[in-house]
């Protein structure tokens, strides 16, 4: 059937038990095929046999951009075919193969094998390291990433998590990136870097041209590294995106990151959950958010910040009218905080996403919010799940639901409340519906 396709352009076969069998079929299939440009096979229980097959096709095939066969058993044997294959394949845009018990060795290779390669625009690469240990030695892929970033003039999105990189490296990736005009999304988490690492990375990127997406989180950077991040933020004018979550900055590495927000004028996108931050360092994002007019996404899930903490931040919100999502999941609220988030979204006229997940709001707080819902017109998504919320604050929450037409999610599961209460509820929401 696919032989004679004319129409079809994605074929999407993700956990659908194909196998070896299943593979060897579509592969066959799609050798000659000239329309389909998006094929996933991702979580087939693909192993060599499978894997083979669907590199004979890549040799022949002239269509294919985007190929995702994640999730699979390729294996570092796997990864010798696929990158027989990329030397063959001249139209193949973007290769996902993560979580496919591929080790860091197996990495390399692939890495090695599109140093020269002229179209390849993203490669997917995480959660592999089938072999690797956090006790071991670092048999790192730094100096194959370093190598690649000098020769490689098409690659943009280049994706490592969890597979380590070698300390010692680090000074020459950043010296890579700096020769490097192409690359524009790195995803580092999870690769043992340390702050003198992300301190060779934040100096190379202070004037790089390119990059608008790093991640680097759940690594071992402290304040020096997260000062160094700062730093790098205050001066560097492309990077829209940032993820330093996971790694204990403190209060001291986030003074310089709020320092640089309010200066920087091109990043959207913060990711700083779990960095250690206390009510010091919330004082410091509050200040910062006063003056920020491009913060769009601010991630800060597992700080203990409390109620004062997040009411110095609500303070500020109050007028942001840039902010559109905030999740501040497990970071120690009650019914304190919950009052403060009510004041704010009753001001804030830009806020369409809020994540309270995992704290210890109550009915109290539960109230609070939900009356600020009955003005607020812009929230359209809100987290309080896993909290400490009653019969009396859920069955307050359903009755604003007749008034708010703008939310669209309200997520309340994980609650015992009594049969009394559910009952209610039920009527309040065949009400809503009508």
């Known amino acids: 059937m696919l032989k004679v396709n004319r129409t079809l352009r994605e074929l999407c076969l993700s956990r659908c ?10 592969a066959e299939e799609l050798k000659d095929n000239e329309k389909i440009v998006t094929l996933d096979m991702s979580y087939n229980s693909i192993s060599k046999e499978g894997v083979i097959a669907i590199c ?29 294959a990329l030397k063959v394949n001249k139209t193949l845009r973007n290769l996902y193969v993560g979580k496919s018990m591929i080790t860091n060795n197996g990495v390399g290779f692939l890495i090695k094998a ?13 959660y592999n390291s089938a072999t690797y240990r956090p006790e071991e030695p670092v048999n790192g892929i730094g100096k194959d990433i370093s190598e690649l970033l000098k020769a490689n003039k098409t690659l943009k999105i280049l994706d490592v998590t969890e597979n380590p990189i070698e300390s010692k490296s680090m000074e020459d990736i950043s010296k890579a990136l700096k020769e490097n005009a192409t690359i524009s999304k790195l995803y580092l988490g999870s690769t043992r870097i340390d702050d003198r690492g992300i301190t060779f990375i934040s100096e190379a990127l202070k004037e ?3 990059l608008t997406a790093l991640s680097v989180r759940s690594n071992s950077i402290v304040s020096q590294g997260g000062k160094a991040l700062g730093e790098m933020l205050k001066a560097n004018k492309t990077i829209i995106t940032l993820d330093v979550g996971d790694n204990l900055v403190g209060d001291e590495g986030m003074r310089v990151i709020c320092e640089a927000l309010k200066v920087n004028a091109t990043l959207k996108n ?31 899930g597992k700080n203990l910040i409390g109620d004062e ?17 905030i999740v501040l999941s497990n970071t120690d609220l009650r019914d304190d905080a ?7 979204l009753k001001s804030n006229k830009k806020l369409t996403r809020l994540n309270l997940i995992d704290n210890k709001i109550g009915d109290k707080g539960a109230e609070a919010i939900g009356e600020a819902l009955k003005s607020n017109r ?22 604003v639901l007749k008034i708010n037409t703008v939310l669209e999610y309200l997520h309340i599961s994980h609650y015992k409340i009594s049969s009394k209460a559910t009952k209610i509820i039920d009527g309040i929401l065949k009400e809503v519906k009508k």
């Open 17 to 26: 038990r194909i196998k070896n069998e299943g593979a060897n079929t579509i």
């Open 56 to 84: 004979h096709m890549l040799k022949k095939n002239k269509a294919l951009l985007n190929l995702n066969i994640e999730g699979n058993h390729i294996f570092d044997e796997g990864v010798s075919f696929i990158c027989g």
């Open 114 to 126: 599109i140093r020269s390669n002229k179209v390849l625009e993203g490669l997917y690469a995480p």
């Open 208 to 210: 790089h041209r390119s």
């Open 270 to 300: 913060l990711g700083v959950s779990r960095v250690g931050m206390t009510k010091e360092g919330a004082g410091n994002l509050a200040q910062a958010l006063r003056v920020n007019r491009k913060l769009v996404y601010l991630d800060l």
């Open 309 to 325: 903490g997040v009411g110095l931040i609500c303070e500020k919100l109050k007028t942001n009218n840039e902010l559109l999502a």
């Open 338 to 344: 919950a009052i403060h988030i009510g004041e704010m």
């Open 378 to 399: 812009t929230l359209a998504e809100l987290n309080l799940m896993r909290n400490a919320i009653g019969d009396s604050g859920m069955i307050f929450l359903a009755q």
